[in-house]
T-cell receptor, first 112, second 109 residues
Framework: DAGVIQSPRHEVTEMGQEVTLRCKPI?????PFWYRQTMMRGLELLIY????????DSGMPEDRFSAKMPNASFSTLKIQPSEPRDSAVYFC??????????FGQGTRLTVV | SQQGEEDPQALSIQEGENATMNCSYK?????LQWYRQNSGRGLVHLIL?????REKHSGRLRVTLDTSKKSSSLLITASRAADTASYFC?????????FGTGTSLTVIP
């Protein structure tokens, strides 16, 4: 099992640009999650899905953030337009029936 | 916020000593879980304790849970330099996971 796969590992972009982060959950897992980790706010749950349907997006900070899950094996987190305060490590995780979470290696986003 | 809090924020010990870190949480839980994060990596699941359990062991890990106080502790015995990492507790009031602020553990060889 390859685990949760995220791309890119690092992203540097200019303020105002659109950023798309990608995630491939573990095959068969029915709960994918997006988290954001910063020193100030720790690990925040942004959004999670169940069977490709968004269940709770109350953690999404602003309308500039959107997440989709077009199929069970692929999810995206988009920020448009990006701002310097969006700089963080973004993690995708997945879970089978909500028992325990398996994390990807993260995408380190820097917005300059 | 539904995040828990770990205490202490940072802990530095000598190799071979025991490390204890505590977690306080706010929500009702199905389970309480502990995760480890090495620098620059994703979190890795360590151990899960169910809400009706009080203590659980796994190798050098011992976890306790007190649901009346909404608190948990993680004990790592006979620590090794390779245990250096950040440790997070996580609650799962539903099917989602809320993580605490983490304890940064440094084990000095």
């Amino acid at each position: 099992d390859a685990g949760v796969i995220q791309s890119p590992r690092h992203e540097v972009t200019e303020m105002g640009q659109e950023v798309t982060l990608r995630c491939k959950p573990i095959s068969g897992h029915d709960y994918p999650f997006w988290y954001r980790q910063t020193m100030m706010r720790g690990l925040e749950l942004l959004i999670y899905f169940n069977n490709n349907v968004p269940i709770d997006d109350s953690g999404m900070p602003e309308d500039r953030f959107s997440a989709k899950m077009p199929n069970a094996s692929f999810s995206t987190l988009k920020i448009q337009p990006s701002e310097p305060r969006d700089s963080a490590v973004y993690f995708c995780a997945s879970s089978l029936q909500g028992v325990k979470a398996f994390f990807g290696q993260g995408t380190r986003l820097t917005v300059v | 916020s539904q995040q828990g809090e770990e205490d202490p924020q940072a802990l530095s010990i000598q190799e071979g000593e025991n490390a204890t870190m505590n977690c306080s949480y706010k929500t009702s839980i199905n389970n309480l879980q502990w995760y480890r994060q090495n620098s620059g990596r994703g979190l890795v699941h360590l151990i899960l304790i169910r809400s009706n359990e009080r203590e659980k062991h796994s190798g050098r890990l011992r976890v306790t849970l007190d649901t009346s106080k909404k608190s948990s502790s993680l004990l790592i015995t006979a620590s090794r330099a390779a245990d250096t990492a950040s440790y997070f507790c996580a609650t799962d009031p539903g099917n989602q996971f809320y993580f605490g602020t983490g304890t940064s553990l440094t084990v000095i060889p």
